[in-house]
Each structure stands twice: as C-alpha cells, then as structure tokens.
C-alpha cells in the first residue's frame, strides 16, 4: 500500500490569507484526490487531481477557491485561498495506485481565526 | 447519484462485546467497490477492507467480519471481542469503477469502555 504524508499537519491561519498544503506519496499512483472533512462530519470529496492537467472539482468546489496543481504522479498540493473561519476543517488527500484501495494521508488540521 | 447511509450515530459496548456496524448504499453501477475505513481521535483515516461487487463472499479477518448482502444493498462490518483501542469513528465508503471517487457515510462512534 501506498504511504502518504502531508504538510503542514496543522496550522491556525487569519481570515483572507492562503495556505497551501502538500502531498507526497511515496510510490507513484495513478489517482490522487482531496478530500475535506468539516468539524463532526464525514468526508466530502473536492477534487481529482490530475497529473499535468487541470484537476476536476466536484460541485460546490472551484478552482479560485481550491486551486490543484500534480506535477507528477507522486506529489500534489491544495491551496484554500482567502479563507474564512467555515474553511476550518481537516484536510486529506489519498492515491489510489492500481487497485481499487485508496490510501490517505494523515490530514491537515486547520482552524482559521 | 451514488449513497452510502450509515444509520446509526453511535454505539457504545463494554470490552469484549461484540460490536456490528450497519451500513446501506445506493448506486447505479454494476461494477463497484466498498471499504470500511477508521478514523481514531488522532484523525487519520485508516483502511480496513474492501470488498468488490462481484465477489459476495463473507470472509474473517482476524477481529473483523463483513457481510455484504446485494440483495439488500447492505455491507456490515463487526467487531468481535472489542477492545479500547476500537474506539473511533467508522465510514462505510462506496467507489464506483468508473471514476473511483469515494462517497461516505456519516460515520458511526464507537466507544469501547474498559
């Protein structure tokens, strides 16, 4: 199985700035998405990142807000730009590498003030 | 649109009590995918199993057991013998074989108390 890590792990951030976040896979994966996961909730799915192209967002998601870039099939970042205090969530990414299992990665907390 | 339905919020058991997870899911797909993965307090979310549509074989897993019935669109996962470290919050999750984007449950808690 594919082994994920994330940074930062957390951070506390002030309304309107950026944070990007990185994922690193340590094998190459064909698949890579993200994930948010809102205070006491479930997981929502924000989108597919595709390696060298545009990554396809779920509804609800824009590319202004979350953009995505994957450089290549073993990293990937989420930037939540101007963010507000409902942005405050855990955020998770996975890869998927051939099989139908998707593995993730340990998540990045962040509360926006 | 694919579903999954977890309808209980939490359960809580002494240890070594068994514990079953319910879980229905909906989705047009002949070929699909679901996983129960584990989120413990420390928030990652861990794997546990999968199962493939087309294979409805209940099968043990050390302290986990499934039972995946498509007749009824249910796939429960149990616990046998559980202990505190069981104690978290467990999604059911559905992908589909056309785009393999997971879809959630709303998770179930449980706490195993000493």
């Known amino acids: 199985s594919a082994v994920i890590s994330q940074k930062p792990s957390r951070d506390i951030c002030q309304r309107g700035t950026s944070l990007t976040i990185q994922c690193q896979v340590d094998?190459?994966?064909?698949?890579m998405f993200w994930y948010r996961q809102q205070p006491g909730q479930s997981l929502t799915l924000i989108a597919t990142a595709n390696q060298g192209s545009e990554a396809t967002y779920e509804s609800g998601f824009v590319i202004d807000k979350f953009p995505i870039s994957r450089p290549n099939l073993t990293f990937s970042t989420l930037t939540v730009s101007n963010m507000s205090p409902e942005d405050s969530s855990i955020y998770l990414c996975?890869?998927?590498?051939?099989?139908?299992?998707?593995?993730f990665g340990p998540g990045t907390r962040l509360l926006v003030l | 649109a694919q579903k999954v339905t977890q309808a209980q919020t939490e359960i809580s058991v002494v240890e070594k009590e068994d514990v079953t997870l319910d879980c229905v899911y909906e989705t047009r797909d002949t070929t699909y995918y679901l996983f129960w993965y584990k989120q413990p307090p420390s928030g990652e979310l861990v794997f546990l199993i999968r199962r493939n549509s087309f294979d409805e074989q209940n099968e043990i897993s050390g302290r986990y057991s499934w039972n995946f019935q498509k007749s009824t669109s249910s796939f429960n996962f149990t616990i046998t013998a559980s202990q505190v470290v069981d104690s978290a919050v467990y999604f059911c999750?559905?992908?589909?074989?056309?785009?393999?984007?997971?879809?959630f449950g709303a998770g179930t808690t449980v706490t195993v108390r000493a």
């Open positions: 094998s190459q994966v064909t698949m």
């Open positions: 999750a559905l992908s589909e074989a056309r785009d393999y984007k997971l879809s």
């Open positions: 996975s890869g998927r590498q051939g099989g139908e299992t998707q593995y």
